[in-house]
C-alpha cells in the first residue's frame, strides 16, 4: 500500500477548501480533510495508477483492490 500524503502537498491551497464526496462510503468532506494515496484503476479497459483522494485511509483500502496491496 502506498504511504498516505495530505491532499497539500498537491492540491493548490485555494482549492483544499472545495467540498468532496468520498467515493467510497459517499461521506461530504472538504479536499484538505482526506488523504491521498496511488490507486489502481481500469481506464478504457487499461490498468491505470494515479492518485486518489478518499476520506480516510480506512476507505481507500475499502476501495482499492487487493491485488494491489503490498505492491510498490
Not at 18 to 23: N, T, V
Not at 44 to 64: A, M, R, V
Request: charged share 15%; proline share 6%; glycine share 8%.
Amino acid at each position: 500500500m502506498s504511504t498516505p500524503q495530505s491532499p497539500a502537498a498537491y492540491i493548490a491551497a485555494e482549492k483544499l477548501a472545495e467540498s468532496a464526496k468520498c467515493p467510497t462510503c459517499g461521506a461530504d468532506s472538504i479536499l484538505a480533510r482526506g488523504v491521498l494515496h496511488l490507486g489502481h484503476f481500469n481506464f478504457n479497459g487499461e490498468p491505470c495508477e494515479g492518485l486518489i483522494w478518499t476520506c480516510s485511509d480506512k476507505c481507500f483500502l475499502s476501495w482499492e483492490h487487493s491485488q494491489f496491496m503490498g505492491h510498490a
